[in-house]
């Protein structure tokens, strides 16, 4: 299994999953032409990771300036895939950052929480 | 559908599952039960899913619109700051030229005016040749001279005034036709 690394770039975000380290992070905006076809590798690289059964905690850091519709669903699915992890007895949480002022992105991440069952952070990045 | 991945593939499956049940006439009550259970269960998880896809959407919707403000006003000081500097542009070029025009009245009036003025004085003199003459002649050239620059002087004010209005009308024509072909 190797870590999965993605660049970000105009349309989409920059993605890390490292099983080595259990920091799974997905940051910045997620506008994809086609969603489902940039998460499915995400996807895919979960369900190996959670069928290797791995035994480290895991912390899901997602910073998000901006996602379309489509984008929302396939973050939840992500998402679910974690909680699934967690059914298992796996050490998961979520932290979701979000930009001081940045009402709309923090209410998102309430949203999310209401419905994934994972220990949610929701953390303010304070402006420079 | 193919192999192709869709946003609601998850979904459609489980629709699709349901469908065969009711099709299949070999399933028996309590069977056909525990698949309608499943298909609440699945039901309320898409309408979960459907309440917060379309809550995160409108918050979303929201930012861009926000965003979208933001821009407008930007875009707003930013036509503000050119249209300052493009007047603070005219009016040096208008400022410019008038001095060029300056510059060529001077020579004009120092050239051709003043030497007018001096020969016509000088010809009232010589068929009057005494000091009253003189001293005529002198004022006459003196005051002459003078009120011709004198006016010259006040005359520049309202000529760069009139310089930079038609260099200003001028540009506003170039940037609406600019504006009309990006448009």
């Known amino acids: 299994m190797e870590i999965f690394e993605l660049d970000a770039k105009n349309h989409t975000p920059y993605i890390k999953l490292d099983h080595t380290t259990g920091i799974m992070e997905l940051k910045g905006r997620s506008t994809p032409e086609n969603s489902v076809e940039f998460y ?28 379309n519709t489509s984008s929302s669903k396939c973050i939840l699915d992500v998402l679910k895939k974690f909680a699934e992890f967690k059914k298992t007895g796996a050490d ?6 979000y930009e001081q002022d940045d009402d709309d992105m923090k209410e998102a991440a309430e949203d999310y929480s209401d419905i994934v069952k994972i220990p949610f952070e929701i953390i303010e990045i304070p402006e420079d | 559908m193919g192999e192709k991945k869709q946003l609601f593939g998850h979904e459609i499956a489980v629709l699709e599952h349901s469908r065969n049940i009711i099709a299949d006439a070999t399933k028996t009550k309590e069977e ?7 298909l609440c269960d699945h039901y309320e998880e898409m309408l979960d899913q459907s309440k917060l896809i379309t809550k995160v959407s409108d918050k979303l919707q ?35 030229i008038t001095f060029g025009l300056a510059v060529v009245l001077f020579v004009l009036s120092e050239g051709i005016f003043d030497p007018f003025i001096e020969s016509f004085a000088k010809k009232v003199f010589i068929d009057n040749p005494n000091q009253a003459a003189l001293i005529q ?3 006459v050239i003196l005051w002459t001279s003078m009120f011709g620059k004198l006016i010259m002087a006040l005359l520049l004010k309202p000529l760069e005034t009139f310089i930079e209005e038609y260099l ?13 072909i990006n448009a």
């Open chain 1, 40 to 67: 499915d590798p995400v996807n895919k690289w979960l369900i190996q990771f959670i069928n290797e059964a791995v035994t480290i905690p895991v912390i899901v850091k997602l910073k998000f300036e901006y996602f």
């Open chain 2, 62 to 96: 929201n930012k861009l619109n926000s965003a979208n403000a933001a821009l407008a006003d930007k875009n707003q000081e930013l036509q503000e700051t050119i249209d300052e500097l493009t007047k603070a542009k005219i009016g040096k070029k208008a400022a410019t």
């Open chain 2, 137 to 139: 002649y002198s004022t």
């Open chain 2, 32 to 38: 056909v039960i525990g698949d309608y259970k499943n």
């Open chain 1, 92 to 97: 998961v949480k979520v932290e979701w950052y």
């Open chain 2, 168 to 180: 200003l009308k001028k540009a506003i024509k170039q940037q609406k036709a600019l504006k009309a």
